[in-house]
């Protein structure tokens, strides 16, 4: 398997401007590689509640984690700042593939990058749900 290359900061329609704490630097003194997926879960989630396909508590569908996985391309530490940067890759029945790339500072090329995978459930049963019409309307302007 051929290792991906750092992609640009320009390739992803949205961002998010994440500050590094304290608590995420481990032993080694960079981030440790476990926060990255809080920074992964936050840009997806923050994008979802922005165009209004997330109501935390009250939504009837919700993405559930299938699937992840991350490349590490140059470290990060307390106090950097990470550009979150988020583009949407598939969007299947009732999944989609998101991608997401990590910037440190003013960096263009990412630190990290990889993807979640989400399967959207009804929230009680747990059971697959299709895509709605105005969900695969809003993700298809952010396919990258």
Known sequence: MSRPK???IEDYPHSLVIPTRWADNDVYGHINNSVYYFYFDT?????????????IGKSETVGLVVETGCSYFAPAAFPDD??????VRDIGNSSVTYEIALFKNDETLAAAQGHFVHVYVDEKTRRPV????KMRDILTESLG
């Open 6 to 8: 750092p992609h640009s």
């Open 43 to 55: 840009i997806v989630n923050r994008f979802l509640i922005d165009e209004g396909l997330l109501k």
């Open 82 to 87: 990470i550009t979150a940067a988020l583009r």
């Open 130 to 133: 299709k895509i709605s019409d």
